[in-house]
């Protein structure tokens, strides 16, 4: 639990400056009762439930006792640093296509949408009501082999890159990385495009004019001007990709082969299917560490502060 | 020359637009196979036109039943995540007390967390007290990992509000009965319902945190999943194709409602 605790409010709350009511010093104790204690039951309590499993011995068929047996950890990562690392990999790639892909969007909405922009915004929040895995299995269809996608992309030759790179292997996207960081890109878009449209509507116009009647070119007023103005976007909207990405595994399932497997999916398969709790603990245990502790140090490098 | 011009003052709209068809490339597919009459298990390879799937939506055996536990399970964790979490929005901008830091983290938390970690802690939760897994820890993990979303959502609304609406109503003699139903809750309404909605979808699209938690009930998700393995019948896409239209309509009416209060107020 440790982590936790100190884990830094990650999104600080604007100021409020409301002034102190006098009546009812009980009250939002009141308020706050019934849903602080379904977190602290139903989310915290798990925590410790889980960092305690993690350091337990035994059988299923013999119950577990805690032991204070540490080199599970280890055992854990040297077992499964590879998808780890590749959770790592594909999460971020997938958060730096998001952004290159998601912030013309975002810009489009923002600016240049005029009266069609409650439209887009419809186009872009309505996937979030239809199912994700639907739409995630409508990828099979688009990249399968020998479609008009996978030849397109033979005859432009990017498939022969991709190859050299690792990404693919032969004329397949299926169940290659491609095919998962694809899903994964393609996922977690909104999530991306929302935050970047926020805080670049909050972004004065007049801005860009005089930016322009200071002789900048539009190059330089997006570079000095509109991308450092929209970084609370930028940093919440990686954020908002990067951490549901390294924990997926529907992607990495349905759209990769076992050389894609992520943590996801050993956390999955160990906990549902081989039942060896106390690995399944661990890692997701690791995960969660080591997520808060690279979300910490990019907040902190990042240096923004109101994130929401 | 003019071509290259346009081109270039035209990028961004170009480059966006791009985005939003690889947003909606997947919901065409899904529509457009809504209509196949597939050879075999699996509907990933266009066959021929048939309506045989959107005349019978329930023609597959579980899918309906599946679907219909959804919509309960999404139904009482968005009424459960609401309540719960206006409620802490309300108290975490209208007072000062101890502890609002933590309370902010606690709330923060489960969004930043993978939910592949939540799913996970919750059952080893779940397995230690020996409950029952089925409908009952799916709406608990839901109101739970909703909540933090909802607080979210109302909070930006109620901090928007001017307290001076409801001291004047105050000082007009209403009491604090009156003056939370009267003028309160209607300002704070618009993010209360948005705070509902996010719940609603995310509830009902959930698929991590339910297959750790459901035991061998199967809600709409699962029954999705488990198709990707057997064999996905033509009716899935026809759900799937149904919900994006359903979903576009429910956006658009909200907003012509809000349209037209806004006229109503000019």
């Given at each position: 639990m440790a982590t936790v605790t100190e884990a830094?409010?990650?999104a600080p709350t604007p100021e409020e400056p409301k002034p102190p009511r006098?009546?009812?010093?009980?009250t939002p104790y009141w308020l706050l009762l019934p849903g602080i204690l379904w977190l602290l039951v139903f989310f915290a309590m798990p925590m410790i439930y889980q960092a305690s499993t993690s350091v337990q011995t035994g059988s299923l068929e013999e119950g577990y006792k805690?032991?204070?047996?540490?080199?599970t950890y280890w055992d854990a990562l040297s077992e499964y640093y590879p998808q780890f690392l590749r959770s790592v990999l594909y999460a971020g790639s997938a958060t730096i296509l998001c952004l290159l892909l998601g912030y013309p969007l975002a810009y489009l909405i923002a600016f240049?949408?005029?009266?069609?922009r409650n439209l887009i915004m419809i186009l872009v929040i309505a996937?979030?009501?239809?199912s994700f895995l639907i739409r995630t299995l409508a990828w099979k269809t688009i990249l399968a082999d020998g479609g008009p996608v996978v030849g397109a992309l033979n005859t432009l030759h990017v498939l022969d890159v991709t190859s050299w790179l690792g990404m693919?292997?032969?004329?397949?996207?299926?169940?290659t990385p491609l095919a998962v960081v694809c899903g994964l890109t393609y996922n977690f878009l909104p999530f991306m495009v929302l935050p970047l449209y926020t805080s670049l509507e909050r972004i004065d116009p007049r801005l860009h004019e005089a930016a322009g009647d200071l002789y900048a070119r539009p190059v330089t007023t997006f570079r000095r001007v509109t991308f450092p103005l929209s970084m609370p976007g930028v940093v919440s909207g990686t954020l908002l990709t990067f951490i549901p990405a390294a924990g997926d595994y529907v992607n990495a399932d349905l759209l990769g082969s076992t050389d894609t497997r992520m943590v996801g999916n050993v956390i999955q398969t160990q906990f549902l299917?081989?039942?060896?709790y106390p690995t399944a603990a661990a890692l997701s245990f690791i995960l969660m560490a080591a997520i808060l502790v690279m979300v910490t140090l990019y907040i902190r490098r990042s240096g923004t502060e109101d994130l929401v | 020359m003019t071509v290259v011009n346009w081109l270039k003052r035209n990028l961004v709209v170009i480059a966006g637009l791009l985005t939003l068809a690889y947003l909606l490339l997947p919901n065409v597919i899904v529509t457009i196979f809504s209509f196949n009459k597939p050879k075999?298990?699996?509907?990933?390879q266009w066959q021929e036109f048939s309506t045989a799937a959107w005349r019978d939506p329930?023609?597959?055996?579980?899918m309906c039943g599946s679907l219909s536990l959804s919509l309960q399970i999404a139904f009482w964790a968005t009424v459960g995540a609401t309540l719960l979490g206006t409620m802490i929005a309300f108290a975490l901008v209208r007072y000062r007390f101890r502890a609002r830091g933590a309370v902010n983290s606690l709330i923060f938390l489960p969004m930043a967390m993978p939910e592949v970690v939540m799913a996970a802690s919750l059952l080893t939760l779940f397995l230690n007290l020996g409950a029952q897994l089925g409908f009952w820890t799916i709406l608990i993990a839901h109101i739970m990992f909703c909540l933090s979303f909802v607080v979210t959502a109302v909070k930006a609304r109620v901090m928007s509000m001017d307290p001076r609406l409801e001291q004047a109503a105050q000082d007009l003699y209403a009491g604090p009965v009156q003056t939370f139903v009267r003028v309160t809750l209607p300002i704070a309404a618009p993010g209360i319902a948005a705070g509902a909605m996010l719940a609603f979808a995310l509830s009902f699209d959930d698929f991590i945190i339910t297959n750790f938690n459901a035991g061998s009930t199967v809600t709409f998700p699962m029954f999705v999943w488990g198709s990707a393995q057997r064999g996905t019948p033509v009716q899935i896409n026809v759900i799937g194709t149904a919900m994006f239209i359903i979903a576009v309509l429910f956006v658009l009416a909200s907003m012509a409602i809000g349209n037209r209060r806004k006229k109503q107020k000019a």
């Amino acid at each position: 639990m440790a982590t936790v605790t100190e884990a830094p409010p990650l999104a600080p709350t604007p100021e409020e400056p409301k002034p102190p009511r006098k009546r009812g010093r009980w009250t939002p104790y009141w308020l706050l009762l019934p849903g602080i204690l379904w977190l602290l039951v139903f989310f915290a309590m798990p925590m410790i439930y889980q960092a305690s499993t993690s350091v337990q011995t035994g059988s299923l068929e013999e119950g577990y006792k805690v032991t204070w047996h540490f080199a599970t950890y280890w055992d854990a990562l040297s077992e499964y640093y590879p998808q780890f690392l590749r959770s790592v990999l594909y999460a971020g790639s997938a958060t730096i296509l998001c952004l290159l892909l998601g912030y013309p969007l975002a810009y489009l909405i923002a600016f240049r949408a005029g009266r069609w922009r409650n439209l887009i915004m419809i186009l872009v929040i309505a996937p979030f009501f239809t199912s994700f895995l639907i739409r995630t299995l409508a990828w099979k269809t688009i990249l399968a082999d020998g479609g008009p996608v996978v030849g397109a992309l033979n005859t432009l030759h990017v498939l022969d890159v991709t190859s050299w790179l690792g990404m693919t292997e032969g004329d397949r996207v299926l169940a290659t990385p491609l095919a998962v960081v694809c899903g994964l890109t393609y996922n977690f878009l909104p999530f991306m495009v929302l935050p970047l449209y926020t805080s670049l509507e909050r972004i004065d116009p007049r801005l860009h004019e005089a930016a322009g009647d200071l002789y900048a070119r539009p190059v330089t007023t997006f570079r000095r001007v509109t991308f450092p103005l929209s970084m609370p976007g930028v940093v919440s909207g990686t954020l908002l990709t990067f951490i549901p990405a390294a924990g997926d595994y529907v992607n990495a399932d349905l759209l990769g082969s076992t050389d894609t497997r992520m943590v996801g999916n050993v956390i999955q398969t160990q906990f549902l299917r081989i039942l060896d709790y106390p690995t399944a603990a661990a890692l997701s245990f690791i995960l969660m560490a080591a997520i808060l502790v690279m979300v910490t140090l990019y907040i902190r490098r990042s240096g923004t502060e109101d994130l929401v | 020359m003019t071509v290259v011009n346009w081109l270039k003052r035209n990028l961004v709209v170009i480059a966006g637009l791009l985005t939003l068809a690889y947003l909606l490339l997947p919901n065409v597919i899904v529509t457009i196979f809504s209509f196949n009459k597939p050879k075999g298990r699996f509907n990933y390879q266009w066959q021929e036109f048939s309506t045989a799937a959107w005349r019978d939506p329930c023609g597959v055996s579980d899918m309906c039943g599946s679907l219909s536990l959804s919509l309960q399970i999404a139904f009482w964790a968005t009424v459960g995540a609401t309540l719960l979490g206006t409620m802490i929005a309300f108290a975490l901008v209208r007072y000062r007390f101890r502890a609002r830091g933590a309370v902010n983290s606690l709330i923060f938390l489960p969004m930043a967390m993978p939910e592949v970690v939540m799913a996970a802690s919750l059952l080893t939760l779940f397995l230690n007290l020996g409950a029952q897994l089925g409908f009952w820890t799916i709406l608990i993990a839901h109101i739970m990992f909703c909540l933090s979303f909802v607080v979210t959502a109302v909070k930006a609304r109620v901090m928007s509000m001017d307290p001076r609406l409801e001291q004047a109503a105050q000082d007009l003699y209403a009491g604090p009965v009156q003056t939370f139903v009267r003028v309160t809750l209607p300002i704070a309404a618009p993010g209360i319902a948005a705070g509902a909605m996010l719940a609603f979808a995310l509830s009902f699209d959930d698929f991590i945190i339910t297959n750790f938690n459901a035991g061998s009930t199967v809600t709409f998700p699962m029954f999705v999943w488990g198709s990707a393995q057997r064999g996905t019948p033509v009716q899935i896409n026809v759900i799937g194709t149904a919900m994006f239209i359903i979903a576009v309509l429910f956006v658009l009416a909200s907003m012509a409602i809000g349209n037209r209060r806004k006229k109503q107020k000019a």
